[in-house]
């Protein structure tokens, strides 16, 4: 099956700092999204993103579909920042019902 | 959130004993699945369903069985609880292309 690589595992960051996370995947894929679990447990939709450039807010991510990769970048961070960000991909074998395959997850804190 | 609901939201259990959680969603979504999540890893598929009595294995359905006999709700079974089904289970459904997840299910098996 299709494999998911996030980069770095960890990241401790001043308040204010920027971070640029990286989803490295194996095939191609029909379906990406990066998600925010945040300290109580709840996953929170940030991107569905599997090709192109999206920005809502402080967040931005791009897909380069072609070099399988994406890029989660966090500008000026915050404190609610801090979590775990999982990038999770559907390849297309799957007809599109597949559930995702996903990465291991960036641990993020954020210091004041 | 998509409407969806798990209960119960924490359990804990005796190896050897039936569990099932319960999975609901009020928006009529045709595809819902179960995943676990576990310490050091992102979320795993365990199940999923993409109509109603229409379900398939994941990546780690071993030791679970699910049912959906109607489109709101889908039902994950532990037949016989061991420690290793120790885990949060995650209930999700699509929206056109996004999946949506629900806020778990803490399961101790002791």
């Known amino acids: 099956g299709i494999q998911v690589e996030q980069s770095p595992p960890d990241l401790i960051l001043q308040e204010g700092a920027n971070s640029t996370l990286r989803c490295n995947f194996s095939?191609?894929?029909?379906?990406l999204q990066w998600f925010h679990q945040n300290p109580w447990g709840q996953l929170i939709n940030l991107f569905y993103i599997p090709s192109g450039t999206k920005q809502n807010g402080r967040l931005s991510a791009t897909t380069v579909a072609t070099e399988r990769y994406s890029l989660l970048y966090i500008s000026s961070s915050q404190t609610t920042d801090s979590g775990v960000y999982f990038c999770a991909v559907m390849g297309y074998s799957g007809g599109g019902a597949d559930g995702l395959t996903f990465g291991k997850g960036t641990h993020l804190i954020i210091q004041p | 959130d998509a409407g969806i609901t798990q209960s119960p939201r924490h359990k804990v259990t005796e190896t050897g004993t039936p569990v099932t959680l319960r999975c609901h969603q009020t928006e009529n979504h045709r595809y819902m699945y179960w995943y676990r999540q576990d310490p050091g890893h992102g979320l795993r598929l365990i199940h999923y369903?993409?109509?109603?009595?229409?379900?398939d294995k994941g990546e780690v359905s071993d030791g679970y069985s699910v049912s959906r006999s109607k489109t709101e709700d889908f039902l994950l079974t532990l037949e016989s609880a061991t420690s290793s089904q120790t885990s949060v289970y995650f209930c999700a459904i699509s929206a056109g292309a996004e999946q949506y997840f629900g806020p778990g299910t803490r399961l101790t098996v002791t």
């Open positions: 369903s993409y109509g109603v009595k229409d379900t």
């Open positions: 095939d191609s894929v029909n379906n």
